[in-house]
């Protein structure tokens, strides 16, 4: 069974930087970031291929969001830079097959881990 743990989120200031990370268990998978916010569908964030050559990012992150991982620490983490007020919500590890920004054609999901950008 894939099992995965975010953890790194919290309160900061608007311009502040942030780093999360999902420990995964299993075997090598895509991965993705989603987040949401209360009354809203889940939103990709960005997304890296298996072995780290792809990676895609939502217009909104883009230049402020890093994706990278580990594979021998079976580790994905998200840098957020410049954070603003509205990236505040809860933000979700996906694993999937392929990088895709459709949050469906993810397989496995983390239980989340909330960050609140205060202006």
């Known amino acids: 069974q894939v099992q995965l743990v975010e953890s790194g989120g919290g309160l900061v200031q608007a311009g502040d930087s942030l780093r999360l990370s999902c420990a995964a268990s299993?075997?090598?998978?895509?991965m993705g970031w989603f987040r949401q916010t209360p009354g809203k569908e889940r939103q990709f964030v960005v997304a890296?291929?298996?072995?780290?050559?792809?990676?895609a990012y939502a217009d909104s992150v883009k230049g402020r969001f890093t994706i990278s991982r580990d594979n021998g620490k079976n580790t994905v983490s998200l840098q957020m830079n410049s954070l603003k007020p509205e990236d505040t919500a809860v933000y979700y590890c996906?694993?999937?097959?392929?990088?895709?920004?459709?949050?469906?054609?993810?397989?496995?999901w983390g239980q989340g881990t909330q960050v609140t950008v205060s202006s």
């Open positions: 996906a694993a999937g097959e392929v990088v895709t920004t459709n949050p469906s054609e993810y397989n496995y």
């Open positions: 299993g075997r090598t998978f895509a």
């Open positions: 890296i291929s298996r072995f780290g050559g792809f990676t």
